[in-house]
Protein backbone atom coordinates (compact mmCIF):
# COMPACT_ATOMS: atom_id res chain seq x y z
CA UNK A 1 0.00 0.00 0.00
CA UNK A 2 1.61 2.91 -1.59
CA UNK A 3 1.64 6.65 1.06
CA UNK A 4 -0.44 9.11 -0.69
CA UNK A 5 -1.15 12.65 0.93
CA UNK A 6 -4.36 13.61 1.68
CA UNK A 7 -5.61 15.41 -1.02
CA UNK A 8 -8.40 18.51 -0.38
CA UNK A 9 -9.88 20.82 -3.11
CA UNK A 10 -10.94 24.08 -3.41
CA UNK A 11 -14.36 22.74 -3.48
CA UNK A 12 -14.30 20.53 -0.62
CA UNK A 13 -13.85 23.23 1.38
CA UNK A 14 -16.53 25.08 0.09
CA UNK A 15 -18.49 22.25 0.85
CA UNK A 16 -17.26 22.29 4.40
CA UNK A 17 -17.90 25.68 5.32
CA UNK A 18 -21.26 25.30 3.03
CA UNK A 19 -21.81 22.86 5.94
CA UNK A 20 -20.78 24.18 7.97
CA UNK A 21 -23.00 27.47 8.01
CA UNK A 22 -26.34 25.34 6.70
CA UNK A 23 -25.81 23.40 10.06
CA UNK A 24 -26.31 26.79 11.85
CA UNK A 25 -29.43 27.77 9.67
CA UNK A 26 -30.68 24.25 10.19
CA UNK A 27 -30.49 24.89 14.40
CA UNK A 28 -31.91 28.30 13.90
CA UNK A 29 -35.16 26.66 12.44
CA UNK A 30 -35.10 23.79 14.71
CA UNK A 31 -35.39 26.53 17.31
CA UNK A 32 -37.82 28.75 15.98
CA UNK A 33 -41.03 29.25 18.26
CA UNK A 34 -44.35 29.50 16.77
CA UNK A 35 -45.13 31.68 20.21
CA UNK A 36 -43.08 34.69 18.22
CA UNK A 37 -45.92 34.44 15.30
CA UNK A 38 -49.07 34.14 16.94
CA UNK A 39 -50.67 35.25 13.50
CA UNK A 40 -49.22 32.00 12.17
CA UNK A 41 -51.60 28.36 12.51
CA UNK A 42 -49.15 26.08 14.01
CA UNK A 43 -50.16 23.89 10.78
CA UNK A 44 -49.16 26.44 8.52
CA UNK A 45 -45.96 27.47 10.95
CA UNK A 46 -45.11 23.14 10.92
CA UNK A 47 -45.49 23.20 7.35
CA UNK A 48 -42.87 25.79 6.78
CA UNK A 49 -40.49 24.55 9.59
CA UNK A 50 -40.71 21.05 7.71
CA UNK A 51 -39.88 22.56 4.07
CA UNK A 52 -36.54 24.55 5.74
CA UNK A 53 -35.85 21.62 7.41
CA UNK A 54 -35.51 19.44 4.16
CA UNK A 55 -34.03 21.76 2.71
CA UNK A 56 -31.49 22.41 4.65
CA UNK A 57 -30.75 18.72 5.81
CA UNK A 58 -30.44 18.28 1.76
CA UNK A 59 -27.60 20.82 1.71
CA UNK A 60 -25.46 19.29 4.97
CA UNK A 61 -26.09 15.84 3.21
CA UNK A 62 -25.18 16.36 0.05
CA UNK A 63 -21.71 18.23 1.54
CA UNK A 64 -20.58 16.10 3.54
CA UNK A 65 -21.19 13.39 1.55
CA UNK A 66 -19.28 15.43 -1.17
CA UNK A 67 -16.14 15.47 1.06
CA UNK A 68 -15.95 12.41 2.43
CA UNK A 69 -16.31 10.43 -1.27
CA UNK A 70 -14.17 13.16 -2.82
CA UNK A 71 -11.41 13.09 -0.64
CA UNK A 72 -11.78 8.86 -0.25
CA UNK A 73 -12.21 8.13 -4.26
CA UNK A 74 -8.95 10.20 -4.45
CA UNK A 75 -7.07 7.64 -2.56
CA UNK A 76 -9.14 4.45 -3.53
CA UNK A 77 -8.30 5.73 -7.31
CA UNK A 78 -4.67 6.33 -6.65
CA UNK A 79 -4.43 2.78 -4.50
CA UNK A 80 -5.99 1.04 -7.52
CA UNK A 81 -3.84 3.23 -10.08
CA UNK A 82 -7.26 4.36 -11.65
CA UNK A 83 -6.13 5.79 -15.05
CA UNK A 84 -6.92 9.02 -16.75
CA UNK A 85 -9.67 9.62 -18.22
CA UNK A 86 -11.52 7.59 -15.87
CA UNK A 87 -9.88 8.81 -12.49
CA UNK A 88 -11.32 12.57 -14.12
CA UNK A 89 -14.69 11.02 -14.86
CA UNK A 90 -15.64 9.78 -11.24
CA UNK A 91 -14.75 13.13 -9.83
CA UNK A 92 -16.53 15.16 -12.43
CA UNK A 93 -19.58 12.94 -11.81
CA UNK A 94 -19.71 13.42 -7.98
CA UNK A 95 -19.05 17.19 -8.29
CA UNK A 96 -21.96 17.15 -11.06
CA UNK A 97 -24.26 15.84 -8.55
CA UNK A 98 -23.29 17.52 -5.18
CA UNK A 99 -24.75 20.28 -7.77
CA UNK A 100 -27.76 19.46 -8.58
CA UNK A 101 -28.51 18.43 -5.31
CA UNK A 102 -27.66 22.18 -4.29
CA UNK A 103 -29.44 23.57 -6.51
CA UNK A 104 -32.64 21.34 -6.24
CA UNK A 105 -32.11 22.27 -1.88
CA UNK A 106 -31.82 26.00 -3.34
CA UNK A 107 -35.39 25.44 -5.30
CA UNK A 108 -36.77 23.90 -2.15
CA UNK A 109 -35.03 26.60 0.09
CA UNK A 110 -36.34 29.04 -1.40
CA UNK A 111 -39.80 27.77 -1.70
CA UNK A 112 -39.92 27.85 2.43
CA UNK A 113 -38.46 31.59 3.16
CA UNK A 114 -40.94 32.64 0.48
CA UNK A 115 -43.97 31.03 2.41
CA UNK A 116 -41.97 32.34 5.50
CA UNK A 117 -42.08 35.98 4.32
CA UNK A 118 -46.04 35.36 3.14
CA UNK A 119 -47.40 34.17 6.73
CA UNK A 120 -44.94 37.05 9.12
CA UNK A 121 -43.58 34.05 10.50
CA UNK A 122 -40.67 35.71 12.79
CA UNK A 123 -37.38 33.60 14.25
CA UNK A 124 -36.40 35.70 16.88
CA UNK A 125 -37.66 38.12 18.95
CA UNK A 126 -37.68 41.50 18.59
CA UNK A 127 -34.73 43.10 19.52
CA UNK A 128 -32.25 40.36 19.06
CA UNK A 129 -30.13 39.82 16.59
CA UNK A 130 -31.12 40.68 12.71
CA UNK A 131 -33.49 38.50 10.85
CA UNK A 132 -32.80 36.69 7.79
Not at 30 to 43: D, K, M, N, W
Not at 66 to 87: D, M, R, T
Not at 109 to 130: E, K, M, Y
Request: aromatic share 10%; proline share 3%.
Amino acid sequence: MSQTALHIQVDDILAALMLSLVMVRRLETRTASAELSPGVPRAHFEEWRKLALRAYSQVAIACGAKVVLNVGWYWLGLELGVQAPWFQLVGVVMFLGWAAVMVWAWKIGTRARSLRLQLGITLRRPGSATQA
